[in-house]
């Protein structure tokens, strides 16, 4: 597995999947490690895939300055890898709160950017919100599935705050609540580096103002993803992300969650390899 150095000297690790151009892949979580990814269901066919390892997270080290978990803060680590792959310029790929870190990192680097493709993005880092009437017609959307009373109930109880049963809703995560699925969501645990994750998104993180001003300005191709079904990235908010981009394609994989390679591999993997050619 390889490794590079950050610029505060912290030793990060990347995973290489696949042959052809690099697309660089940031992980969501946010700070889980990559392994979630896996191949994005096959896209590694089609391209060399770079899976990073966050600082923290997977097999890269844990920093001195736990503060360099915060997003804007990690925007100099995939600069770095950019540097190490002596990449002019990227094709970059994030999936849910990676996506801010991309984002940031667009906004922060346009000229280094060839393709940017966001998978169930988050929009914090542009002071996009969901609201809870969203999320709430979003999951209606499942009504007929078996488990939906109780995970349901648990939404409910969350978004009001009466609630943190999180394990309850994991069926709303995904397509189809199958042995594959409940199989990915076991192997989650322990991926995530909680510490991280509180950090990830503290005061000073985000200046949404700005983000979106560079982003309007950001010229390349942009791949927006969302899953219908997605309460993570419903397909409405993802519609306003879109809207930021002067040069965005919005994606709606229809009944897909939160891992749309995982819910319809060859349908992801025929959108965004066809993107990236």
């Keep these: 597995m390889p490794f590079f150095t950050a610029y505060d000297g912290t030793q990060l690790a990347y995973h290489a999947f696949g042959?052809?151009?690099p697309v660089v892949c940031l992980p969501g979580g946010p700070m889980q490690a990559s392994a979630y990814l896996g191949d994005l269901g096959g896209l590694s066919a089609h391209r060399q895939l770079i899976m990073l390892d966050l600082r923290g997270t997977g097999q890269s080290a844990v920093p001195k300055d736990t503060g360099s978990y915060r997003c804007d803060r990690l925007v100099d680590d995939v600069e770095a890898l950019r540097e190490h792959l002596a990449l002019d310029r990227m094709?970059?790929?994030?999936?849910s709160g990676g996506t801010n870190l991309a984002m940031l990192y667009a906004a922060r680097h346009p000229e280094r950017v060839s393709k940017l493709v966001l998978i169930g993005p988050s929009a914090m880092a542009v002071g996009i919100t969901v609201t809870a009437d969203v999320r709430r017609e979003t999951a209606l959307l499942r009504?007929?599935?078996p488990w939906?009373?109780?995970?349901?109930?648990?939404?409910?109880?969350?978004?009001a705050g009466t609630g943190d049963a999180f394990e309850a809703i994991a069926p709303f995560?995904?397509?189809?609540?199958?042995?594959?699925?409940?199989?990915?969501?076991?192997?989650?645990?322990?991926?995530?580096?909680s510490e991280a994750a509180a950090t990830f998104?503290?005061?000073?993180?985000?200046?949404s103002d700005a983000t979106r001003a560079a982003l309007i300005r950001f010229t390349s191709p942009v791949l927006l993803v969302a899953g219908e079904v997605d309460?993570?990235?419903?397909p409405p908010a993802m519609t306003e992300l879109?809207?930021?981009?002067?040069?965005?394609?919005?994606?709606?994989?229809?009944?897909?969650?939160?891992?749309?390679?995982?819910?319809?591999?060859?349908?992801f993997v025929a959108t965004t390899a066809a993107f990236l050619r």
């Design 91 to 95: 094709d970059l790929l994030a999936h």
């Design 231 to 234: 309460l993570n990235s419903p």
């Design 201 to 207: 998104g503290a005061e000073g993180a985000f200046d």
């Design 19 to 21: 042959d052809g151009l």
């Design 242 to 267: 879109a809207r930021l981009f002067p040069n965005a394609e919005l994606i709606v994989q229809a009944r897909a969650g939160h891992f749309p390679w995982l819910d319809d591999a060859d349908r």
């Design 148 to 159: 939906f009373p109780a995970a349901f109930a648990a939404l409910e109880e969350i978004m």
């Design 143 to 145: 009504k007929d599935e």
């Design 173 to 193: 995560w995904y397509g189809r609540w199958d042995e594959t699925a409940r199989a990915h969501k076991a192997a989650e645990n322990g991926q995530k580096n």
